[in-house]
């Protein structure tokens, strides 16, 4: 194997025909005024960051013909896969609501949709999912299987939330994982920092961090 990415704690061998690029809910709804993360309550300013170079990093990947991958979280209209405590968490609703881009966090809405930067092609699977995680309920783990895959380079929102959840999981079903930091955002700093700390103490206990240079320059 020729390839290594730079990374912490320690450099990442892998192999391009079996690395696929994760973009983690890159939705409007997360990164855009009005949708599900503002309701929350969070600036959304604050994750956007991540677009430029979660771009760059799409970009070149698209280029070297490696497995790219979308996933988007969300629900039914009918909203019969939403757990009731998610209806309610906070106290408040905010999922199937109408708002500016639509019913929030409902799949065909506006602001279900992936942010037009990182929109998908043709050939690039997009999981939907009901949790945070991207294994839940959905057929991920089959994807990857099947195509051979077994390192992940993982990006999107937000870090503490949908992107660590998903890569503690992929770290127990065998998958090597490298997090570019700047390719995540999180509406609490603090939190991405901490989080990231995590995936690579104990000599990368869930997974390796790394940036987006370091990405593009490992897959050149
Ligand atoms: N609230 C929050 O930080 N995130 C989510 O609800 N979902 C994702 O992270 N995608």
């Known amino acids: ?17 079996t690395t696929a690029l ?5 939705q ?14 969070n600036d959304v300013s604050l994750v956007r960051s991540a677009i430029e170079p979660c771009k760059r990093v799409l ?5 070297k013909g490696l497995m790219v991958i979308h996933t988007r979280e969300g629900h039914r209209p009918d909203l019969t ?4 405590a998610k209806l309610t968490r906070g106290g408040m609703t905010f999922i199937g609501e109408n708002g500016p881009m639509g019913r929030t966090l409902i ?48 990006c999107g929102v937000t870090t503490e939330v949908c992107v660590t959840t998903t890569v503690r999981e992929a770290n127990d079903r065998g998958f090597e994982c490298i997090i570019p930091e700047d390719c995540v955002g999180s509406y609490f700093p603090e939190f991405q920092k901490y989080a990231l700390e995590m995936i690579k103490a104990q000599g990368a206990i869930f997974g390796w961090v790394s940036d987006a240079n370091a990405i593009i320059s490992g897959l050149k």
């Not at 279900?112 to 092609?121: G, K, N, T, V």
């Open 81 to 84: 896969d939403c757990p009731p």
């Open 59 to 63: 970009d070149v990947a698209r280029q």
């Open 28 to 41: 409007r709804d997360f990164v855009e005024a009005g949708g599900f993360g503002e309701a929350l309550g």
């Open 107 to 154: 799949r065909g809405e506006a602001g279900h949709d992936i942010i037009p930067e990182l929109y998908p092609i043709a050939g690039e699977p997009v999981i939907d999912k009901p949790g945070k995680g991207a294994f839940y309920q959905t057929d991920l783990h089959l994807i990857l299987q099947n195509s051979g895959i077994k390192t992940l380079i993982v």
């Open 22 to 26: 994760v973009m983690i809910d890159m």
């Open 1 to 17: 194997m020729t390839h290594a990415f730079e990374a912490q704690p320690f450099s990442l061998p892998f192999d391009p025909k």
